[in-house]
């Protein structure tokens, strides 16, 4: 089973970040996908889903700055993060949404957005 996000960083605000992850193809075939993230003493928040086809729903923190897609054949679901703010400090995780594949987590990315 593989769920190993990357690309997280130290960025200030404003800048821009591409996560990675890559995604076992049992999970990712037939599955929408999602990121979620964990900031420090929050609870997990799904940020952005995407459909095999290509249909995309983002939360309301993130829309209009957040870009979420998917590459079947390579298993890999993406996140470009524009614009990022202090408030997008976290843990970032992909998997399956809304219910996340068998409760399992696997490696987050860290985000920080600091000046």
């Known amino acids: 089973v593989q769920l190993q996000a990357s690309g997280g960083g130290l960025v200030r605000p404003g800048g821009s970040l591409r996560l990675s992850c890559a995604v076992s193809g049992s999970i990712l075939s037939g599955n929408i996908m999602g990121w979620y993230r964990q900031a420090p003493g929050k609870q997990r928040e799904l940020v952005a889903t995407v459909t095999t086809g290509g249909s995309t729903f983002y939360a309301g923190s993130v829309r209009g700055r957040f870009t979420i897609s998917r590459d079947n054949a390579q298993n890999t679901v993406y996140l470009q993060m524009n614009s990022l703010k202090p408030e997008d400090t976290a843990v970032y995780y992909c998997?399956?949404?809304?219910?996340?594949?068998?409760?399992?987590w696997g490696q987050g990315t860290q985000v920080t957005v600091s000046s």
């Open positions: 998997n399956e949404a809304p219910t996340p594949w068998n409760n399992y």
